[in-house]
């Protein structure tokens, strides 16, 4: 064991959301959901666990991480440390090469990058599977960037508890389908409210909480079948559908996260769609708006979506790998 190791994970897009969370400890999501891993966006961890620190030590993009989410990693890192017998404190390293906590996944990136950096580092041999019980613990959508392609992730248990295991499964391969994901940019700067925060408000005080999460396994269904059918307008339908659904669950309960961008671009992915072309949009925990189009489609939109303002830029993403091992790490 080198005590080092390094690993590059991609940020995920939910088609069918996991919004709200099991009642009970574990951090287990209250509905299924299905996300399509991206190239074009990622994360790059580097953990080392040294006898020489006092304590562990995170820096993000080269600034120390602040205490929120330095417990968080630090929450991961001890369960590394109790599996793997290892004593001492480790220094984390992690550098987003896109907005990092603006609604654009650097969570799931994140922390799928760091549970795979960290067992790597403490010696543990997990397959990607255990790899992604271990970062669905910190973040839920995380457990899904372990995979590449098309993944889903279940519900948990009605009553979980810490014992309990859920990790994410590929259910299609990255060139399954001719997909290409849009990302406009609406602003660089963190949300207001965090995804965690934003569920929890939205579980507790929505009033139409129950009626999501009676929606979101019925359309998590349809949109694995046509997934597994690789119909990308239907897949593009439902994944609006389920943003849209997710989106007014949480408004109702005061959890805004659009902004008049957001706004002008969901209506101008309408007018495009009218005009003829295959793009349909979804919106994450954040303003920006990414757009699913046909890669024949994928310059047309691109251009009119740059055009809409308050978009600062758009970034072209594509199905991509999973979580790996890199710059002589142990491969995953
Ligand atoms: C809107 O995975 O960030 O992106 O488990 O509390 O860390 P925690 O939440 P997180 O929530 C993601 C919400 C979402 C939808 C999704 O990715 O499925």
């Given at each position: 064991m080198s005590g080092l190791a390094v690993a590059v994970a991609h940020p995920n897009i939910a088609l069918s959301k996991y919004w709200g969370k099991r009642v009970g400890s574990g951090n287990f999501p209250a509905v299924?959901?299905?996300?399509?891993?991206?190239?074009?966006?990622?994360?790059?961890?580097?953990?080392?666990?040294?006898?020489?620190?006092?304590?562990?030590?995170?820096?993000?993009?080269?600034?120390?991480?602040?205490?929120?989410?330095?417990?968080?990693a630090v929450a991961l890192l001890d369960r590394v440390r109790q599996a793997s017998g290892i004593a001492c404190f480790a220094r984390v390293e992690s550098v987003n090469d896109f907005p990092t906590a603006s609604g654009l996944a650097s969570s799931a990136s994140g922390f799928a990058a760091l549970a795979?950096?960290?067992?790597?580092?403490?010696?543990?041999?997990?397959?990607?599977?255990?790899?992604?019980?271990?970062?669905?613990?910190?973040?839920?959508?995380?457990?899904?960037?372990?995979?590449?392609?098309?993944?889903?992730?279940?519900?948990?248990?009605?009553?979980?508890?810490?014992?309990?295991?859920?990790?994410?499964?590929?259910?299609?391969?990255?060139?399954?389908?001719?997909?290409?994901?849009?990302?406009?940019?609406?602003?660089?700067?963190?949300k207001s409210v965090g995804s965690t925060e934003g569920m929890r408000a939205t579980l507790e005080t929505s009033p139409y909480a129950s009626a999501w999460l009676d929606f979101a396994p019925r359309l998590h269904a349809r949109?694995?079948?046509?997934?597994?059918?690789?119909?990308?307008?239907?897949?593009?339908?439902?994944?609006?559908?389920?943003?849209?659904?997710?989106?007014?669950?949480?408004?109702?309960?005061?959890?805004?996260?659009?902004?008049?961008?957001?706004?002008?671009?969901?209506?101008?992915?309408?007018?495009?769609?009218?005009?003829?072309?295959?793009?349909?949009?979804?919106?994450?925990?954040?303003?920006?708006?990414?757009?699913?189009?046909?890669?024949?489609?994928?310059?047309?939109?691109?251009?009119a979506m740059r055009r809409v303002p308050g978009v600062l830029r758009v970034i072209e993403a594509r199905p991509g790998a999973g979580a790996r091992c890199v710059d002589g790490g142990v491969a995953s």
């Amino acid at each position: 064991m080198s005590g080092l190791a390094v690993a590059v994970a991609h940020p995920n897009i939910a088609l069918s959301k996991y919004w709200g969370k099991r009642v009970g400890s574990g951090n287990f999501p209250a509905v299924p959901s299905l996300s399509v891993t991206l190239s074009g966006l990622s994360t790059r961890t580097v953990v080392q666990f040294d006898q020489a620190l006092s304590a562990d030590h995170l820096e993000l993009s080269g600034r120390r991480a602040d205490e929120v989410a330095e417990g968080r990693a630090v929450a991961l890192l001890d369960r590394v440390r109790q599996a793997s017998g290892i004593a001492c404190f480790a220094r984390v390293e992690s550098v987003n090469d896109f907005p990092t906590a603006s609604g654009l996944a650097s969570s799931a990136s994140g922390f799928a990058a760091l549970a795979l950096a960290s067992a790597r580092a403490a010696g543990l041999d997990w397959d990607a599977a255990r790899l992604s019980d271990l970062a669905r613990r910190s973040s839920a959508s995380a457990a899904r960037s372990l995979f590449g392609g098309y993944v889903e992730l279940d519900a948990g248990p009605p009553s979980p508890t810490d014992a309990d295991t859920l990790q994410a499964r590929p259910l299609a391969p990255v060139h399954h389908m001719p997909l290409v994901v849009l990302v406009c940019v609406t602003t660089e700067g963190a949300k207001s409210v965090g995804s965690t925060e934003g569920m929890r408000a939205t579980l507790e005080t929505s009033p139409y909480a129950s009626a999501w999460l009676d929606f979101a396994p019925r359309l998590h269904a349809r949109l694995r079948a046509a997934v597994l059918s690789a119909d990308l307008p239907e897949v593009g339908r439902l994944a609006e559908s389920s943003a849209l659904a997710m989106h007014a669950s949480a408004i109702a309960a005061g959890v805004v996260y659009w902004t008049p961008p957001t706004l002008a671009a969901i209506a101008a992915v309408k007018a495009l769609r009218e005009s003829g072309l295959t793009a349909y949009a979804t919106v994450d925990a954040g303003p920006h708006v990414k757009v699913l189009v046909a890669r024949t489609d994928a310059d047309a939109v691109g251009d009119a979506m740059r055009r809409v303002p308050g978009v600062l830029r758009v970034i072209e993403a594509r199905p991509g790998a999973g979580a790996r091992c890199v710059d002589g790490g142990v491969a995953s």
